[in-house]
């Protein structure tokens, strides 16, 4: 691996390895130097602890020969004579090769001499004697010339020991003088070797470290003085942390070419909001600049000393304002404030100053002629110091106007009370006449019933009854017209019972019909009362009344009346304003299904009770399959004056509803069109607070 | 080996010739044993001969092998044998310059 391509911290410690090096020279130059200093000192030290050691192995080899020979079978003694005398053949061995003074080699030379020609000559002959159980002769031999040799030999081992001293204190003193000089060589080396290991550094930090970051920091500042920001830095030669690093900076590129890009993209956005929001506010300052010159009111600006700084054409004119003659100035000079006058406060800023609200005052233009004028004042939102906007419009044709409504409202006043009692007219006519229709009806079928009554027969009978007065009772049984007198009697008077049956049903009818009239103008006089009297009531007596009055003219349109009636208990209704709403509405059921192209004119009347929300509703309905409603009209045909009936008012459904709310119930109608019928529905509450029993 | 096991050998020794095999013999002449070095089995026996002028006392201090044979006058023989295995440094204690290595090797006969 190049060293180039080593990681940052690799690097650093590479730093390490001249001053390693360095260490270890040194280290090694003073282990040496001060080994060789010591060895001398350590020899001489060793050669008299072994002359001591030999003197010591002389003495135990001494002994045990003494206890040999008093016990020569003495294991133990033999053992340790034995091993005495080998240690001290080594010890003497090892001192030979490490004794370098001359009294020490002479001294030796003299005690290996006595050792091999005196002593072991003389201990073997004294043991074998002791051996051969010659115990004098051993004795004689040890004390006369054992003894004397062995003292010798001790005291020339004496002598080596304190020569072997001597030396050591010698060696000791040169290891001193010695040690001294390998400081010093030591320190120069150090010294040496430091700054070479600080120059290698050195030389290899600038190379590997300070090079590299410079060149790297180099190429950074570059693309950073330069914006060039596409310029990465090549990492596939960087390695460690100089590749982390040069990463780390082509990340930052990366995010800032992405930040400067949507740094760009929300510029040029904000430069075209700035443009279309100046283009708004040019729009908004020509649109109001417009609405200034085109408004008819007066616009005065003012700004936060309450001093005219803009105002508008309308203003110049009505004021008779010449331009710059009011800028800079206040509007008390524009309008008539008497003294304390609550409407001149906006004629200065303060707390009472009316804004939000809308006064008249009397504007006094320059040409001293007044006139009234509505003000209204506001306050202009701004960032800037405040604005304010007066607006004063000239309303001396809205006074003009409003004293012609006044005039015109007494006016309609009276029309309309005059309007009022003929839609009441209307209304007794329309359902007078109505019922007047049925009593008609009953009358015309009482007059027919009186005109082809059986009376005039009663009356011939009578006649001839009369002209055989005198002979009565032969006519009655003689003659043949006179015996059929009898049952010509009974069947008379069973056909005057049948008129007289029919007649007082048409006069009930007629009775009926009067007495609804009655009501009905009651009703109609009672309106302006707004009463409404309930009674406990059935509907379907209602309904079935309704149908009698309009049987004749159902009978006479071949109108077929199918009745669908649940049961109902009586209800406290308003049963006359249910009748006349009932006959109304069959009314026009009869005309609608007659005038149908149904093959079998058809009314459907269903009476039953629904329930909306917590309120119970008693449902009346009339059904016809005659000629439908448009859709257009089904919003109109409650409007008064409104009929589609070449005879009608435009009134019947009108009043019907009405009467209808007044119960507060409601009348609806429903068609899917023209020819296919139509459904009317009376809904009216079954309970209501204020119930009149009768 | 305890001395008690080798002065019962050495006095298995003195009626000698009961013994089918014969034993190994190293002489003692001229202060000097008669080889430096041999080598026997476990358990065969060694014969020590005396034919010296002078006494000699034969031991050995090796480990597990000790034995000490005392005194041996001129013409004295001593019979021992080693129970296992080892190296035996033989010596005498009169005479430390005599040496002799014994190898105890192999099963025992």
């Known amino acids: 691996m190049k060293l180039n391509r080593l990681p940052l911290s690799a690097r650093v410690n ?10 270890v020279a040194v280290a090694l130059l003073a282990r040496h130097s001060l080994r060789h200093n010591s060895a001398d000192l350590v020899r001489a030290r060793e050669v008299k602890e072994l002359a001591v050691r030999s003197l010591a192995l002389l003495l135990t080899q001494d002994d045990a020969s ?23 053949r080594a010890v003497f061995a090892r001192m030979s090769e490490l004794a370098a ?68 204190t010698a060696a ?13 060589e030591i320190c120069l080396a150090l010294a040496i070797g430091t700054i070479l290991a600080i120059g290698a550094v050195s030389l290899c930090a600038h190379h590997f470290v300070c090079l590299p970051v410079r060149r790297m920091g180099a190429e950074m500042l570059a693309v950073a003085e330069g914006g060039t920001y596409d310029r990465e830095l090549e990492t596939s030669h960087r390695a460690g942390e100089f590749g982390d690093s040069a990463r780390a900076f082509n990340t930052v590129l990366r995010a800032v070419r992405e930040n400067i890009a949507a740094l760009r993209d929300a510029n040029q956005n904000l430069e075209e ?32 000393e309450w001093k005219v700084i803009e105002f508008n054409a309308a203003a110049e004119r009505a004021f008779g304002l010449g331009h710059n003659t009011i800028l800079g100035g206040t509007l008390s000079g524009l309008f008539v404030h008497p003294p304390g006058s609550a409407s001149t406060g906006f004629l200065q800023l303060d707390d009472g100053t009316p804004f939000g609200q809308q006064f008249e005052v009397t504007a006094m233009p320059t040409d001293g002629i007044p006139f009234p004028a509505e003000v209204a004042m506001t306050s202009a939102d701004s960032d800037g110091p405040s604005l304010y906007v007066v607006s004063v419009r000239d309303i001396s044709e809205r006074k003009r106007a409003e004293a012609e409504r006044d005039e015109l409202n007494a006016r309609l006043l009276t029309a309309s009370r005059h309007a009022g009692m003929a839609e009441v007219a209307t209304g007794v006519l329309h359902n007078v006449g109505n019922v007047l229709n049925t009593v008609n009806t009953s009358a015309s079928m009482v007059a027919r019933q009186l005109k082809d009554s059986e009376v005039p027969t ?57 007495e609804h009239i009655r009501q009905v103008i009651g009703a109609q006089q009672s309106l302006a009362k707004g009463g409404v009297v309930r009674t406990p009531t059935e509907p379907v007596k209602l309904m079935e009344a309704a149908v009698s009055m309009q049987a004749d003219s159902l009978a006479r349109h071949s109108v077929t009346v199918v009745r669908k009636f649940a049961l109902v208990a009586p209800l406290p209704l308003d049963k006359h304003k249910v009748l006349q709403i009932l006959i109304n509405l069959l009314s026009n059921a009869q005309r609608a299904a007659r005038d149908g192209k149904a093959e079998q004119p058809t009314v459907t009347l269903s ?58 119930g409601a009348l609806d109608a429903a068609s899917e069109g023209l020819g296919k019928g139509a459904t009317f529905t009376l809904q009216i509450p079954t309970s209501v607070e204020e119930v009149v029993q009768s | 080996m305890n001395i008690g096991t080798i002065l019962a050998a050495a006095a298995s020794l003195l009626v000698a010739g009961q013994d089918a095999s014969d034993p190994v013999t190293i002489g003692q002449k001229n202060r000097t044993f008669s080889k430096p070095e041999i080598t026997v089995k476990v358990g065969e026996k060694i014969r020590f001969e005396n034919d010296d002028a002078v006494v000699h006392n034969v031991f050995s201090s090796s480990p597990g092998h000790e034995f000490n044979l005392k005194t041996q006058k001129p013409g004295q023989k001593s019979e021992l044998s080693f129970d296992k295995e080892g190296t035996v440094e033989v010596r005498c204690a009169i005479h430390p310059t005599m040496k002799l290595r014994i190898t105890v090797s192999g099963v025992q006969k």
């Open chain 1, 66 to 88: 003494k206890t040999m020979m008093i016990d020569p079978d003495n294991t133990a003694a033999g053992t340790r004579k034995i091993q005495a005398y080998d240690d001290s």
């Open chain 1, 14 to 23: 590479l730093l390490a390895v001249p001053l390693l090096i360095m260490g």
């Open chain 1, 172 to 184: 000791a003193a040169s290891v001193d003088a010695q040690n001294d000089r390998s400081v010093r």
């Open chain 1, 273 to 304: 909001r700035v443009q279309a929001r100046t283009h708004e506010l040019e729009r908004a300052s020509a649109k109001t600049a417009a609405v200034q010159r085109a408004s008819l009111d007066s616009v005065f600006v003012l700004d936060a």
């Open chain 1, 607 to 664: 009476i039953d009770t629904v329930l909306r929300g917590e309120q119970s509703y008693v449902r009346f309905q009339i059904s016809d399959n005659g000629v439908g409603i448009a859709p257009e009209q089904l919003t109109k045909i409650f409007s008064h004056g409104f009929t589609t009936k070449e005879d009608g008012h435009g009134f019947g459904l009108h009043s019907a509803a009405n009467a209808a709310r007044e119960m507060k």
């Open chain 1, 458 to 514: 009663l009356a011939k009978l009578s006649q001839m009854v009369g002209d055989h007065a005198g002979d009565i009772a032969t006519f009655l049984t003689a003659d043949e017209r006179g015996r059929m007198v009898p049952s010509f009697l009974s069947e008379l008077a069973q056909c005057l019972a049948q008129e007289q049956e029919l007649i007082l049903a048409e006069v009930q009818t007629m009775a009926t019909g009067i």
């Open chain 1, 101 to 168: 003074s001359d009294d020490l080699r002479r001294l030796m030379d003299r005690l290996d001499s006595i050792d091999k020609q005196q002593l072991r000559p003389l201990d073997t002959e004294l043991l074998e004697a002791m051996g051969a159980g010659e115990r004098e002769a051993a004795k004689g031999l040890y004390l006369g010339k054992y003894e004397p040799v062995r003292t010798k030999y001790e005291d020339t081992l004496r002598e080596l020991v304190n020569v072997a001293e001597r030396d050591a």
